[in-house]
Nanobody, 123 residues
């Protein structure tokens, strides 16, 4: 099982990025999926999650209204559209597949982690 995240980069404050996570090795259409991020010297924190059908989402308060998570089960991919980026969004972003079908926030609920992609927002 592999989760490969891409789309990170360097952007100025107020800019946008779209992260893409491609899963291979098995399908995850019955699992919730999400994104976490980890800044230097900090813990890996929840960012967003979406249920297996894509009909219910959950966001950390710090990104609500700016980030949008979505998924394409036919392509086995999950996306994170990030708008109005702020310097405090700078972190390595990880996609994650949950153990169950419903949105999750806890790291303990993650079954598979992807490799991270760096997002850097300059002021």
């Amino acid at each position: 099982v592999q989760l490969q995240a891409s789309g990170g980069g360097l952007v100025q404050a107020g800019g946008s990025l779209r992260l893409d996570c491609a899963a291979s090795g098995r399908t995850f259409s019955n699992n919730a999926v999400g994104w976490f991020r980890q800044a230097p010297g900090k813990e890996r924190d929840f960012v967003a999650a979406v249920t297996w059908r894509g009909d219910t989402t959950d966001y950390a308060d710090s990104v609500k209204g700016r980030f949008t998570i979505s998924r394409d089960n036919a392509k086995n991919r999950v996306y994170l559209q990030m708008n109005n980026l702020k310097p405090e969004d700078t972190a390595v972003y990880y996609c994650a597949v949950g153990r169950g079908s419903y949105a999750f926030r806890a790291r303990q609920s993650v079954q598979y982690w992807g490799k991270g992609t760096q997002v850097t927002v300059s002021s």
